[in-house]
């Protein structure tokens, strides 16, 4: 009997037992609902004219390409939040078709709406890109997480835009679909959403007809987005990544690289 009364009185010592009814106090919903403590991201400067040499948004005023990504923020913005909806895959049919570019510009034209905020992860573990659009000299990235050598909030890099950041890869990965399909990288998206519950989410990943890297990863997001080129892209493989995403959610597909005298913003379709 001592020692179930010493078992009691540290019961109501730490408070986990209501000594009125005498069962357990679930504090399982307050734990769940603590938002977690914001994670601080390293921020660097770019120059404006690296930016406008790669075509981000950041580095024009008052352009065309502005305004064209504004109307797609807005449209991608609608759609998911009437789903609640946080993460996007964004690929091609194609190398070369401008997924990279437009992965960056749509989180930047989020980030730049008031409330909003994003962050691109360069899951294009074949050929990475994301970083260098910035002009940045990086010595680590999500090379770094997946070796379980660094926590992926260590690999946050902003490049001076408030709201923004990006998760790099420094250099191509051997075993790149494996990797993108490993416990791992799952862990990285469930951890991404948990402790960046206010931003959107947005992988830059592999062109799809190179393999099945993004029609795999296409099960983690809550949305996919297809990017092909303008003259370019192909009828029939373009018809071959539909098909190929036809279980995943493709909320839309945006035409890239139109010739500025038909360039303007219903280039832009969902």
């Known amino acids: 009997m001592d020692r179930i009364a010493q078992a009691l009185k540290r019961a109501r010592e730490d408070n986990t037992l209501n000594m009125d009814n005498n069962t357990l106090v679930d504090r399982t919903s307050q734990i769940s609902s603590v938002t977690p403590p914001p994670i601080p991201i390293r921020s660097l400067t770019v120059a404006d004219t690296i930016l406008r040499k790669n075509k981000i948004l950041c580095g024009y005023d008052n352009d065309p390409i502005v ?49 909003h905020k994003a962050i691109v992860v360069d899951t294009d573990l074949r050929h990475p890109t994301t970083h260098k659009y910035f002009g940045l000299q ?58 960046f519950p206010e931003h959107t ?7 799809a007809l190179i393999g099945d890297d993004a029609v795999a990863f296409s099960s983690l997001v809550d949305a996919m987005i297809l990017v092909i080129e303008d ?40």
Do not use: W
Not at 201 to 207: A, E, G, V
């Open 67 to 115: 305004d064209a990504y504004r109307l797609l923020r807005t449209r991608v913005l609608r759609q998911m939040s009437a789903n609640n909806r946080r993460s996007i895959g964004i690929t091609s049919t194609s190398a070369q078709e401008g997924k990279s570019v437009t992965a960056i510009n749509l989180g930047i034209a989020i980030a730049m709406e008031s409330e």
């Open 138 to 195: 990086l010595k680590s990235g999500i090379n770094d997480y997946l070796s379980g050598t660094t926590p992926f909030e260590e690999l946050l890099v902003s490049p001076g835009i408030e709201g923004f950041a990006i998760l790099p890869c420094i250099e191509p990965i051997p075993g790149a679909p494996e990797l993108l399909k490993s416990a791992k990288m799952h862990e990285l998206v469930s951890n991404l959403k948990k402790s």
């Open 201 to 207: 989410i947005i992988y830059d990943l592999p062109p």
């Open 231 to 270: 003259g370019a892209t192909d009828k029939q493989r373009l018809k071959e990544t539909k098909d190929l995403l036809s279980d995943a959610n493709l909320i839309g597909t945006v035409l890239n690289k139109v010739s500025s005298t038909k360039s303007n913003s219903k280039n832009y379709y969902y």
